[in-house]
């Protein structure tokens, strides 16, 4: 019902920077959250960056600072803005998205994922 388009990823250079993007598309009524999540090989997921409604952010220590999630409401889009890249952030970032369907009823989705890989 709800799919998340996630683009953006490629291979850069350490101190480079990359733009995330999320799409969401579907029977959407409205959006409550969007978050970006990480998971590099042999790793747990991690949540990295999350923003609400109300545009209220939370990131990971170890991104703040250099990362930044942002949202275009009428895209149903988030972007996830990332500078200053350590080879330490080399992971698959995957999208979640939470909110409320035309239906009345509540979804969670994730994307498929997108690689980032970071050269030292």
């Known amino acids: 019902q709800v799919q998340l388009a996630e683009s953006g990823g490629g291979l850069v250079q350490a101190g480079g920077s990359l733009r995330l993007s999320c799409a969401a598309s579907?029977?959407?009524?409205?959006?409550?959250?969007m978050s970006w999540y990480r998971r590099a090989p042999g790793k747990q997921r991690e949540l990295v960056a999350a923003?609400?409604?109300?545009?209220?952010?939370n990131y990971a220590d170890s991104v703040k600072g250099r990362f930044t999630i942002s949202k275009d409401n009428a895209k149903n889009t988030a972007y996830l803005q990332m500078n200053s890249l350590k080879p330490d952030d080399t992971a698959v970032y995957y999208c979640?998205?939470?909110?409320?369907?035309?239906?009345?009823?509540?979804?969670?989705?994730w994307g498929q994922g997108t690689q980032v890989i970071v050269s030292s």
């Open positions: 579907g029977s959407i009524f409205n959006i409550n959250a």
């Open positions: 979640n998205t939470q909110g409320l369907l035309l239906s009345g009823a509540d979804f969670g989705s």
């Open positions: 923003i609400t409604s109300g545009s209220r952010t």
